[in-house]
């Protein structure tokens, strides 16, 4: 039997999106963040994890959308993330958290080609569960962009 892939699934807005589980450490409920001065804007802080540092990464931010306050569903995923050659940890904020699945099909397509300037290289894939759409992040590409990947491109 083949392996299928498996993928947390978030949520982010009124988007879901996934995440390979082989790049996932844990997931933590939202705690206070250690803020860096000068920071990038999708940069957050750092928080402590049983005496390691991990810099805290605001998906919304990093996606072109709106900083919100923490809710009660606010996660951190803390993520081992291939950058430059290497892996780094790095913790994720997402509006929700769902479950570890499979895609239907175990399959995804690329994301779609509508010409002009959409920046939609940090996408992996576009899966289906049920009648949902997932977007699979490519955390590669996803932290290789200092801009924010919706809005930066929208003018």
């Given amino acids: 039997?083949?392996?299928?892939?498996?993928?947390?699934?978030?949520?982010?807005?009124?988007?879901?999106?996934?995440?390979?589980i082989r790049h996932v450490r844990e997931?933590?409920?939202?705690?206070?963040?250690?803020?860096?001065?000068?920071?990038?804007?999708f940069l957050l802080g750092m928080i402590d994890v049983r005496g390691a540092g991990y810099p805290i990464?605001?998906?919304?931010?990093?996606l072109g959308?709106?900083?919100i306050q923490p809710t009660e569903a606010t996660?951190?995923?803390i993520l081992d993330v291939p950058m430059n050659?290497?892996?780094?940890g790095v913790g994720f904020v997402a509006d929700r958290v769902f479950e570890v699945t499979g895609l239907d099909d175990d399959t995804t397509e690329p994301a779609p080609d509508v010409?002009?300037?959409?920046q939609s290289n940090y996408i992996a894939g576009i899966g289906r569960k049920g009648e949902a759409f997932i977007v699979i992040f490519d955390l590669e590409r996803l932290m290789a962009s200092d801009e924010p990947l919706l809005a930066a491109n929208a003018a």
């Fill in 75 to 77: 996660r951190i995923i």
């Fill in 115 to 118: 010409g002009g300037r959409w």
């Fill in 27 to 41: 997931i933590l409920d939202m705690r206070p963040v250690a803020h860096l001065p000068h920071a990038p804007a």
């Fill in 85 to 88: 050659g290497r892996t780094q």
């Fill in 1 to 20: 039997m083949a392996d299928t892939a498996q993928y947390l699934t978030l949520g982010i807005d009124r988007e879901l999106f996934g995440i390979d």
């Fill in 65 to 67: 959308l709106p900083r």
């Fill in 57 to 62: 990464v605001d998906l919304r931010t990093k």
